[in-house]
C-alpha cells in the first residue's frame, strides 16, 4: 500500500481546511490504506510547504496530497521537484481560482477529487524554474500583476475573482508602459508592452481554452505581450479570451519558447518591473526562466492522460 503525506494550508482558499483533512484522511482509510502510512500537515507558510514536500519525498513517500490553491500547489510541486521527484503529487482542489486543477481536467468537486487520488493516473507535466523559483500555472508582468498586488488572501476568500476589480480602473487609467527586453534560445529583442503573460498550460485565470495549442506537458511556455491597452478594450478582448483566440487582436504578441530571459532596458526608480508567479508576488525583474521537461507526477483522470 502506498505511502501518503497530506500538505495543507489552512490559510489558503475558503471553507474549513480542518473538516476537508478529516474527510480525506477517513476516505483514504476506507480504501485501504493503513493510518500508520498516512501523514497529516497543516503548513505554516509557503516555504514551510515547500520544505515539508521535499523531504517527504526524500523520505520515499510515494503520494503527496495538497489542499490548497495555485501558490500552494506550486511551492509543493517545487519541493517534490527538489526532493528527487519520486513522489507523485494529489490535487484536492481548494483554490480561490483553481487554475492549475482545472488546466488539468481534475475534479472539482472534493469527493471526486478524492477517487481521482485512488482511482486516476500518473502523468508527467513540465514545470518552469524562475530564478530560483518554480511556476507550474502562468506569470504576469504589468497591468495583471499590479492590479493584483494589493489584494490580501482574505478578500480572494471573500470575493472571490470580484476582489481584483477594486484596482483595475486605476491601474488601467494609470497606462503605464514597461520596456523589455526579452532573449529567448535564438532571438533578442526590446519591447514596449501595457503586460506580460506567461502560461505553461492552456489555462489562465480559470478559462481553460485560453491557448488551445498549449499543454503542460509540451516542454514550451506560451509568452503573450499587449502593446496597448484602454479600459473600454476590456470588453473587446474577453469574448477571445474565453475561446481561445487572443492572440488574433493586432496588439497582442505571441510566441513559445523553452527558456527566456527577461530585464528592463527603462524605467524609472518607481516602475521596476515585479512579477507575479502562480498569483502571488515574485520576483523583481531580471529574471531568467526555463522549462523542465516532465518535472513530476500528477494524479489525474485515467481518461484525461
Not at 476516505?27 to 509557503?46: A, K, M, P, V
Not at 468537486?109 to 508527467?124: C, D, F, I, P, T
Not at 488601467?172 to 534560445?185: E, F, G, Q, S
Not at 512579477?275 to 483522470?301: C, E, F, N, W
Request: charge should be neutral.
Amino acid at each position: 500500500m502506498k505511502t501518503v503525506a497530506v500538505l495543507y494550508n489552512p490559510e489558503s482558499g475558503s471553507g474549513d481546511k480542518q473538516s476537508l483533512v478529516s474527510e480525506l484522511n477517513a476516505y483514504l482509510l476506507s480504501q485501504g490504506f493503513l493510518s500508520e502510512d498516512i501523514s497529516l500537515i497543516g503548513t505554516e507558510s509557503g516555504q514551510h510547504a515547500f520544505e515539508m514536500a521535499k523531504y517527504a519525498t526524500m523520505a520515499g513517500i510515494d503520494l503527496i496530497i495538497t489542499m490548497g490553491g495555485d501558490g500552494t500547489i506550486n511551492k509543493i510541486a517545487a519541493g517534490i521537484y527538489e526532493g528527487g521527484a519520486s513522489a507523485c503529487l494529489g490535487i484536492i482542489p481548494s483554490g480561490t481560482v483553481n487554475n492549475f486543477a482545472k488546466a488539468l481536467n481534475l475534479p472539482l468537486n472534493r469527493q471526486e477529487a478524492m477517487r481521482n487520488l485512488v482511482e486516476g493516473e500518473e502523468r508527467r507535466i513540465d514545470l518552469a524554474k524562475v530564478n530560483d523559483d518554480y511556476m507550474v500555472s502562468s506569470l504576469t508582468l504589468g497591468i495583471l500583476a499590479d492590479i493584483a498586488v494589493d489584494v490580501s488572501q482574505e478578500e480572494k476568500r471573500q470575493f472571490g475573482p470580484l476582489a481584483f476589480l477594486k484596482n483595475a480602473y486605476k491601474i488601467i487609467r494609470r497606462n503605464r508602459n514597461y520596456y523589455l527586453n526579452l532573449v529567448t534560445n535564438d532571438a533578442e529583442r526590446q519591447i514596449k508592452t501595457k503586460f506580460l503573460l506567461i502560461t505553461m498550460t492552456g489555462s489562465v485565470a480559470g478559462q481553460v481554452h485560453f491557448d488551445r495549442g498549449a499543454r503542460p506537458d509540451d516542454g514550451l511556455m506560451s509568452v503573450y505581450l499587449l502593446s496597448d491597452f484602454r479600459f473600454w478594450q476590456v470588453l473587446r478582448y474577453l469574448p477571445s479570451f474565453v475561446k481561445g483566440n487572443f492572440a488574433k487582436h493586432q496588439e497582442v504578441q505571441h510566441f513559445r519558447t523553452s527558456e527566456l530571459s527577461i530585464s528592463q532596458y527603462k524605467h524609472r526608480k518607481s516602475q521596476k518591473a515585479r512579477t507575479r508567479v502562480d498569483g502571488d508576488k515574485s520576483q523583481y525583474l531580471p529574471i531568467h526562466v526555463a522549462v523542465h521537461p516532465g518535472a513530476i507526477k500528477v494524479m489525474v483522470p485515467k481518461d484525461e492522460s
